[in-house]
């Protein structure tokens, strides 16, 4: 079965300090990648997404994540998070026959000021 | 532009009452619809997706149905609410017929608290 799992269910950092977001992926075949962003209040937001080519994708705000099959990982970095980074971070995947995401089970970052 | 529009924000509703949740999407035609779940301190969940008009496909039972009346509608609904059905539901569309890893796009959600 199709699955994603986010380890870190809360995760609180101080501001500029580095940020990791691990995401694990079970699916046959091959997949698309996502991690979507929901600031407090606001609805689900795409931050990047990968499809193919350089395994390293640059997404929004400075963010980033890196693609390594042989780990089915998906794992979302920041070199240096601010306030304004609190939110909820979701990890998705779908088969690239379709687009039924399977979105992980998210996770709640705090960012102190 | 591409927009969807999803109400209401915010739904208090009796157990046992009737639920009606509507999402439209503008600017785009035959679009995949989908409805997602976000139960409280859990991820989101498909509970509904939809290619076609008429066409409805169903990832988990439960005692929600939905209904796709027009090529741009999405309509959840319940006949009798039950307290595990409140949540945060969220309607999103995927341009365009043929899917290609395109990304979702997630309306503003429904609070939905059943008392």
Redesign the interface.
């Known amino acids: 079965a199709q699955s994603v799992s986010?380890h870190n269910h809360h995760v609180i950092l101080s501001e500029a300090a580095s940020l990791e977001l691990g995401c694990n992926y079970s699916y046959g075949g091959t997949v698309?990648l996502?991690w979507?962003v929901q600031y407090p209040g606001?609805?689900?937001?795409?931050l990047l997404?990968y499809?193919s080519g350089d395994p390293l994708v640059k997404g929004i705000k400075g963010f980033e994540a890196e693609f390594i099959k042989s780990k089915f990982s998906f794992n979302l970095r920041k070199p240096s998070v601010q306030w304004s980074d609190t939110a909820e971070y979701?990890c998705?995947a779908?088969n690239?026959?379709?687009?039924?995401?399977?979105?992980?089970?998210?996770t709640r970052l705090m960012v102190k000021p | 532009s591409q927009t969807i529009h999803q109400w209401p924000a915010t739904l208090v509703q009796p157990v046992g009452s009737p639920l009606s949740l509507e999402c439209t999407v503008e600017g785009t035609s035959n679009p995949?619809l989908?409805w997602?779940r976000q139960a409280a301190g859990?991820?989101?969940?498909?509970l509904f997706?939809s290619v076609g008009i008429g066409q409805i496909s169903s990832e988990v039972p439960q005692n929600l149905s939905a209904s796709r009346p027009q090529d741009r509608q999405f309509i959840l609904s319940s006949k009798k609410l039950l307290l595990s059905d409140s949540g945060f539901y969220?309607c999103?569309f995927?341009p365009g017929h043929i899917?290609?890893?395109?990304?979702?796009h997630?309306?503003?959600?429904t609070r939905l608290t059943v008392t």
């Open positions: 986010q698309n996502f979507y606001q609805h689900l937001q795409l997404k499809f979701f998705a779908a690239n026959a379709g687009n039924m995401l399977t979105f992980g089970g998210g | 995949n989908y997602y859990r991820g989101l969940q498909l997706y969220l999103a995927e899917s290609s890893g395109s990304p979702l997630f309306g503003n959600g």
